[in-house]
C-alpha cells in the first residue's frame, strides 16, 4: 500500500474552519483516499472518503488535488469533540473490496474555546 | 442497530500466558478485522476475516491467531505473551460491499507483565 505523509499535529480554534493536509505522491489509480479520526479512548472512527472527485458529507469535506498527489480534509467549523488525530489512508481497490486499512501516526488535532 | 462490541475492556495477564479477546460485528457485517495499537502509535493491522476464513495478515507471528463464527463473532487469540504485545487491540467489522467501510469497536486493553 502506497504511504501517506501528515503532520505530526495542528492547532485550530473552536468554530473556525480546520484544513488537515495529506501528501500520497506514490498514489496509483486504483487507491482510494480515506480518512478516519480517533477520539481519544476510542476506536478510529470513518469520516470520508475519495477517488478522484471532491466529496462532501455531514461530518467533513474532501478535497483532492488535480493529480491525486495530496489532499485535505476540511472541517468547517472545528468543535471541541473534534479534538482527535486524524489518519489520512490509502486503500486498494481490489474490484469488490478494499485492501485493509494501513495506519500511519496521523495528526493530531487540538481545538482551543 | 448495534455497533462493534468487545470485551473484556481490560486485560492484565503475565508473561508467556495465553489470551482470547472478542469481538461482536456490526449487525449485517460479514468481515472481522484485528488490530494491535501500541502507545502512540497508529494501529497496525494483524489479520482480517471474512465468512470465518482467514482473509488476509499483516506482519505478526503464528502465535497470533483468530476465528470467525458463523454469526460473524471474532475471536483474537495470542500465545506465549510478551512484554512488548502490551496495546490496545481493536476490532473492526465491515460489510464486503465493494466500499468496505470499517467500523471500529473501542479496544481491550491488554497489559502484559
Known amino acids: 500500500d502506497a504511504k501517506t505523509t501528515q503532520p505530526n499535529s495542528m492547532e485550530s480554534n473552536e468554530e473556525e474552519p480546520v484544513h488537515l493536509p495529506c501528501n500520497h505522491s506514490?498514489?496509483?489509480?486504483?487507491?482510494?483516499i480515506h480518512w478516519y479520526r480517533q477520539l481519544p479512548s476510542q476506536g478510529p472512527e470513518y469520516v470520508i472518503h475519495?477517488?478522484?472527485s471532491n466529496v462532501n458529507n455531514r461530518m467533513a469535506s474532501l478535497a483532492i488535488a488535480e493529480d491525486r498527489k495530496s489532499s485535505t480534509l476540511i472541517l468547517h467549523r472545528a468543535t471541541l469533540r473534534d479534538a482527535a488525530v486524524y489518519y489520512c489512508?490509502?486503500?486498494?481497490?481490489?474490484?469488490?473490496?478494499?485492501?485493509?486499512?494501513?495506519f500511519g501516526k496521523g495528526t493530531k488535532l487540538s481545538v482551543k474555546p | 442497530e448495534t455497533g462493534v462490541t468487545q470485551s473484556p475492556t481490560h486485560l492484565i495477564k503475565t508473561r508467556g500466558q495465553q489470551v482470547t479477546l472478542r469481538c461482536s460485528s456490526q449487525s449485517g457485517h460479514n468481515t472481522v478485522s484485528w488490530y494491535q495499537q501500541a502507545l502512540g502509535q497508529g494501529p497496525q493491522f494483524i489479520f482480517q476475516y471474512y465468512r470465518e476464513e482467514e482473509n488476509g495478515r499483516g506482519n505478526f507471528p503464528p502465535r497470533f491467531s483468530g476465528l470467525q463464527f458463523p454469526n460473524y463473532s471474532s475471536e483474537l487469540n495470542v500465545n506465549a505473551l510478551e512484554l512488548d504485545d502490551s496495546a490496545l487491540y481493536l476490532c473492526?467489522?465491515?460489510?464486503?460491499?465493494?466500499?468496505?467501510?470499517?467500523?471500529f469497536g473501542p479496544g481491550t486493553r491488554l497489559t502484559v507483565l
Open positions: 489512508i490509502l486503500r486498494a481497490d481490489y474490484g469488490g473490496s478494499q485492501g485493509n486499512l494501513i
Open positions: 475519495g477517488l478522484t
Open positions: 473492526a467489522s465491515s460489510l464486503r460491499d465493494g466500499e468496505d467501510t470499517q467500523y
Open positions: 506514490t498514489i496509483s489509480g486504483t487507491d482510494y
